[in-house]
């Protein structure tokens, strides 16, 4: 019998230490895939992805830069995109931030190379400027309720010190029960400075992370157009949600408008990954909602857009949890157990 799936691209932060190896442990067959990454970055003068999986050691300040992290997400992603159970049909696919360009690759929009082409440029330029930074502040309790109160405060102080002299603030990613925030130096302190502290880590600076999805990346976007042409974007295979939570049909796409919506607003603009989950629910309805690797911390953002919309009468992180026990809902590949329940 056929298992219908949502299947979630996840973006930078999700190639941790305990990911160093991915590859390997998890897709020896996918050799010749691998190779072709591997000999871009060699002619671009770069390390070799699977060098840097096989490596003995990881380092935070190395692994979370763009030009490193961003190749690496994406072949861990990708291969698992390739590893799905037969039984499984993926009836629409989105991402995470970066994992839009994996989703555009899994969903056949990129090919492989051309996927890859288009994160290690756009990671190796975000590396390059590093124009900015990002910070993650909850909204939501601990039992995942959708608190738009509180919610609703937080994106008004960010907008109130955005409107200061010299001050650029942002909302960067709606992420379930999070808000990813984005701007310069003095916008991320003077929130940092406004906002209670939450569980001893937020609000929580991310190491190496650009502002991502702001103004700030205005001239990132502009290069990247200026490398990335619009023959490498083709007709998708499966329907395609982006963030903004707009579907891109297979058949009906017009692929300079998904060439300028990837390289134009979604680099500088707020990138809803909330609503792509929650209009994947709605307009496809699947059995299941796989998250591919590496890492498994996307997972609860994807729980919580399921929750904040009431996805099958679940209204919290008990009945989230019931209903996991019960039949998984949810699965996410960078975890052994689930990942048993959905690759082949």
Not at 166 to 171: K, V
């Amino acid at each position: 019998m056929t298992r219908t799936a949502v299947l979630i691209c996840p973006g930078r932060g999700t190639y941790n230490k305990a990911e160093l190896g991915y590859l390997h442990r998890h897709h020896a067959d996918k050799a010749a895939l691998f190779a072709g990454f591997d000999a871009q970055r060699r002619e671009a003068g770069q390390e070799e992805v699977t060098a840097l999986d096989r490596a003995t050691g990881f380092s935070v300040s190395k692994y979370s830069r763009g030009d490193i992290a961003s190749p690496l997400i994406y072949a861990a992603a990708l291969a698992d995109a390739q590893s799905l159970a037969e039984d499984i049909e993926v009836v629409a696919v989105t991402g995470n931030s970066m994992g839009w360009y994996i989703a555009l690759a899994a969903g056949g929009a990129l090919s492989a190379e051309n996927g890859f082409t288009v994160v290690n440029t756009m990671g190796t330029l975000m590396q390059e400027n590093l124009i900015g930074g990002q910070l993650v502040y909850p909204f939501a309790g601990p039992d995942w309720r959708n608190d738009a109160v509180s919610k609703a405060g937080l994106l008004a102080l960010a907008e109130e010190i955005d409107a200061r002299e010299e001050h650029d603030l942002a909302l960067s990613i709606d992420l379930g029960g999070m808000l990813v925030l984005a701007g310069n130096e003095a916008g991320l302190k003077a929130f940092e400075t406004a906002v209670p502290a939450v569980a001893e880590r937020f609000p929580m600076r991310l190491t190496n992370h650009a502002a991502f999805h702001t103004r700030l990346q205005a001239s990132v976007a502009a290069e990247g157009r200026r490398r990335l042409g619009p023959e490498m974007f083709a007709q998708p295979n499966v329907p395609l949600i982006d963030g903004r939570g707009q579907i891109w049909w297979p058949g009906a796409t017009d692929t300079k408008a998904l060439r300028d919506y990837t390289l134009g607003h979604q680099v500088v603009e707020t990138y809803d990954f909330t609503r792509a989950v929650q209009n994947a629910a709605l307009e496809f309805a699947p059995d299941l909602f796989i998250v591919t690797g590496p890492g498994t911390t996307l997972g609860g953002a994807v729980a919580q857009s399921l929750v904040h919309c009431g996805w099958q009468g679940m209204t919290g992180k008990d009945a989230f949890k019931a209903r996991q026990a019960e039949r998984p809902l949810l699965l996410s590949m960078g975890d052994a157990a689930q990942r048993s329940l959905a690759a082949r």
